[in-house]
Structure formats: C-alpha cells, structure tokens
C-alpha cells in the first residue's frame, strides 16, 4: 500500500489520482501499527533489537522536538566556509543527523531521563501504604 501511494504520489503529475494517495497511506500505516503492537518475529525482531535502534527509540521524543531546532541554527549560525553542506542534501542529512542525536541524547540524560526518575518516585511514594 504504501509503495503504491509513493508511485501514485510520484507518477502522477496532474495529481489525477492523488485522492488515492492519502487513503493508501493511512492504511498501510494501521497495518504497520498493528502488526507493531502484536510484535515482529525473526529477522524483522533482531533488527528491531539492535542497540542503536533501541537507544534512538529511548531519545526518539528529543529527536522530533530538536531535529527543527537544530536545522535552524545551523542555516543561521554555521559559518561562511561550512555552507557548502548545507548545499549537498546527502551531506546536510548528516550534518543535520549526527547533530540532533548529540542534542536528543544530552537532553535525555541531563533533562528527561531525571524527570522520568523523579515522576516514576513521586508515583511510588503516592502508592505507598501509609503508616497507621
């Protein structure tokens, strides 16, 4: 479904189908949230497992909170003799990639991963039976 969005989407530039597009997308996107919740097997499990992807799951909210951020400071402040990467899409992705983990792992550790650790006390100490 979603191949077939992306060539109708691509295909067709009068846009004659393109009320097709929108549908194919969101259904094939249930199935995937569906089969996500149901869990993956085999290959798909193992590589759903890899550290690294884990470890961009656990920060994945700072990464679509930053990844703007970060676009913008570096099209203002990255400094004259740089700007050719930010020319060359490959090399912008990167450039823009490598920069939104940094900030998304430091403010997991330093802002969100705290605050998890203090909610998650101040909800066992509510829990907690008082003594009579």
């Not at 919740?37 to 759903?48: D, K, P, T």
């Not at 920060?59 to 913008?72: F, Q, R």
């Not at 990255?78 to 998304?104: I, K, Q």
């Amino acid at each position: 479904m979603l191949l077939l969005a992306a060539i109708l989407r691509n295909g067709d530039p009068a846009q004659l189908k393109s009320a097709l597009v929108e549908p194919l997308e969101a259904g094939g996107f249930v199935i995937l949230v569906a089969r996500t919740a149901s869990g993956f097997g085999g290959y798909i499990a193992r590589f759903l497992t890899l550290p690294g992807l884990v470890y961009a799951g656990r920060i994945s909210y700072g990464l679509y909170i930053y990844h703007i951020l970060v676009a913008m400071l570096f099209q203002r402040w990255l400094p004259m003799p740089m700007r050719f990467l930010l020319a060359v899409p490959s090399s912008r992705l990167m450039v823009f990639g490598m920069a939104t983990l940094a900030v998304a792992a430091v403010s997991w550790h330093l802002l969100e991963q705290p605050i998890n650790l203090f909610r998650s006390k101040s909800t066992r100490d509510a829990l907690a039976p008082t003594p009579a």
